[in-house]
């Protein structure tokens, strides 16, 4: 499978393509064989994993950047432009994705990689389809490969952590525990090691992106008797507990200095306290997945799209990065996100991706 990095400045996509009028849909269209033929009436749709399409961070990411596609084609929402299907269970990831196939979506987004088993499924039966998988690699002609370098993004979350935090105690909560959230994991604790090398990191995971009351059990552990007062999150909706945990805490103590480390979108909003006017997110690794899926989207529509790919976004491409929203991170950890991201740029240091790699990595 071929691998190539795509670059991802906002102006490039958002000006991307071609308005042009419908004009009928031709059924025997050839699809994932990389054809410059454009589509007047091109449609797309995606399936959501359990999180659901509102979980305020990677579903919901997607969603936006869809959205977005749509606005900028002239597209409507429903089956002849674009759309969604939520999954309640895994077991409804083989049944949506075959069920936007029979309606004939040219281009159908799993978002997640719980869905690349099930996009491998539906594109080996569907070749005249062309499929997206986020955050997982599926071999296939018709099957666009779109992955991110999570743990740069992660490791500058670190470093505001390890400049920020006043116990030395730090938290991480992901949602199910294997390849893809390790780098998260892995890339956090080197960020925080980096610039704090005494601060300690509690890991737990939820095995779950959908369960808001465990997130919201493991924070309360972690920001009681750990005595943690930052946690990062990479967990979906379930990291909407945890930021319910910290928002009662901080609520009950104003004075008390906690905080949670959004993923995937800015979740300053979500830290949000209206009595207090602050927000408990001390920032967030923002993951561009909107723009991912809006990218791959129009190149499909332009007759481009990269089946048998993987495309990868880092911090070179604008991938990944903190957030927009820098109100409660310091000068200070803000001038050393600028150095560390220069360091990962120029190939200074390598970030590591994996726990193995962790404990190589020199601090």
């Known amino acids: 499978m071929k691998k190539r990095k795509f670059g991802l400045a906002l102006s490039l996509v958002l000006a991307a393509g071609t308005i042009l009028g419908a004009c009928g849909k031709d059924a025997d269209t050839t699809s994932g064989s990389g054809t410059d033929a454009k589509k007047d009436d091109f449609t797309v749709a995606m399936v959501t994993d359990i999180g659901g399409v509102d979980d305020k961070s990677f579903n919901q990411s997607a969603w936006e950047g869809l959205q977005e596609f749509g606005k900028k084609n002239n597209l409507e929402k429903g089956k002849s432009g674009f759309d969604y299907l939520q ?205 991912a899926v809006a990218d791959i989207a129009q190149k499909a529509k332009d007759g481009k799209f990269p089946g048998g790919e993987v495309i990868e976004y880092g911090l070179e491409e604008n991938g990944v990065s903190i957030a927009p929203t820098k109100d409660n991170v310091s000068e200070e950890a803000l001038k050393a996100v600028d150095e560390w991201t220069a360091k990962i740029k120029n190939g200074e240091i390598e970030v590591p991706k994996t726990r193995d790699e962790l404990k190589n990595f020199k601090f």
């Open 87 to 291: 999954s309640k269970s895994d077991a409804d990831y083989s049944t949506n994705l075959n069920r936007l196939a029979r309606e004939d979506f040219d281009l159908i987004f799993g978002i997640g990689y719980l869905l690349a088993e099930p996009v491998k499924e539906i594109a080996a039966q569907r070749t005249n389809t062309e499929f997206g998988i986020v955050d997982s690699v599926v071999e296939a002609d018709n099957v666009a490969s779109i992955t991110f370098k999570e743990h740069q993004g992660s490791f500058l979350t670190g470093v505001v952590a390890g400049l920020t935090t006043k116990t030395n105690k730090i938290g991480f909560i992901g949602g199910m525990d294997g390849e893809l959230i390790n780098k998260f994991e892995v890339g956090f604790i080197a960020g925080v090691k980096s610039v704090n090398p005494k601060a300690e990191v509690f890991v737990e995971y939820a095995e779950s992106f959908g369960d808001a009351a465990k997130g919201k059990a493991i924070a309360s552990k972690m920001y009681g008797t750990q005595n943690v007062d930052i946690i990062y999150h990479a967990a979906g909706g379930t990291g909407n507990g945890v930021f319910a945990e910290a928002k009662e805490i901080k609520a009950k103590d104003p004075k008390k200095e906690i905080w949670v480390i959004g993923v995937d979108k800015d979740q300053a909003q979500e830290g949000f306290i209206q009595d207090l006017n602050k927000s408990i997110t001390l920032t967030s690794m923002v993951k561009r997945v909107d723009l």
